[in-house]
Nanobody, 126 residues
Framework: QVQLVESGGGLVQAGGSLRLSCAAS????????MGWFRQAPGKEREFVSH????????HYIDSVKGRFTISRDNAKNTVDLQMNSLKPEDTAVYYC???????????????????WGQGTQVTVSS
């Protein structure tokens, strides 16, 4: 079992940057593919980014490509999301999630992830 704790959220002006971090504990972190999702008020949760267990493969939703970068450090049991050129529409609670089967199939679907963090709020003002 894996416990996930996100940090790094906050309030930032449009065009600014934030770096989210997700710390994992409880199991061998390198066995898990990791994802970031977000949920804005009144909207469904949506996929943001995914990284394979090794870090060799990454995926992004189109709206964040070129602005967000996902990375992981298996020695430190962390996965980060660097967010640049933030826009008001990026405002949401951001969640990290862990996928036990190490697969990359359906990486954009929340149901394939086994463990979730509690979320961290990101607010981008215009």
């Amino acid at each position: 079992q894996v416990q996930l704790v996100e940090s790094g959220g906050g309030l930032v002006q449009a065009g600014g940057s934030l770096r989210l971090s997700c710390a994992a504990s409880g199991d061998t972190f390198s066995r898990y593919a990791m994802g970031w999702f977000r949920q804005a008020p009144g909207k469904e949760r949506e996929f943001v980014s995914h990284i394979t267990w090794s870090g060799a493969g990454t995926h992004y939703i189109d709206s964040v490509k070129g602005r967000f970068t996902i990375s992981r450090d298996n020695a430190k049991n962390t996965v980060d999301l660097q967010m640049n050129s933030l826009k008001p529409e990026d405002t949401a609670v951001y969640y990290c999630a862990a996928r036990r089967d190490m697969s990359s199939s359906y990486y954009y679907h929340g149901s394939v992830y086994n463990y979730w963090g509690q979320g961290t709020q990101v607010t981008v003002s215009s």
